[in-house]
């Protein structure tokens, strides 16, 4: 029905950059707010950053000042920049949108496989 893929992990070393994306696919009829989570071994998920479908954005304090969510609507697609990456940013980065698609009369949240991001120090 509908899929999500994130490419764009990777190894970098500490003060690095990555951009994620995440790809929605399948019969979209629009996407309403999207969120950047990640889960490191051990800890619970979190969330890192999330976009509405309008564009306004959320970050948590970790990550603030460093990350940039931002989405282009015609290639049903958001993006997180991440820049000056710590080794605390270690961690399988997954997204999260909520989607309606044409055959549905509301949203349902969609999760992607995740992509693994590694930051040596």
């Known amino acids: 029905q509908v899929q999500l893929v994130e490419s764009g992990g990777g190894l970098v070393q500490a003060g690095g950059s990555l951009r994620l994306a995440c790809a929605a696919s399948?019969?979209?009829?629009?996407?309403?707010?999207v969120g950047w989570y990640r889960q490191a071994p051990g800890n619970q998920r979190e969330l890192v950053a999330r976009?509405?479908?309008?564009?306004?954005?959320n970050y948590a304090d970790s990550v603030k000042g460093r990350f940039t969510i931002s989405r282009d609507n015609a290639k049903n697609t958001v993006y997180l920049q991440m820049n000056s990456l710590k080794p605390e940013d270690t961690a399988v980065y997954s997204c999260n949108a909520n989607v309606r698609t044409y055959y549905s009369g509301g949203y349902t949240d969609y999760w992607g496989q995740g992509t693994q991001v590694t930051v040596s120090s």
């Open positions: 399948g019969s979209i009829f629009s996407i309403g707010v």
């Open positions: 976009i509405t479908s309008p564009g306004s954005t």
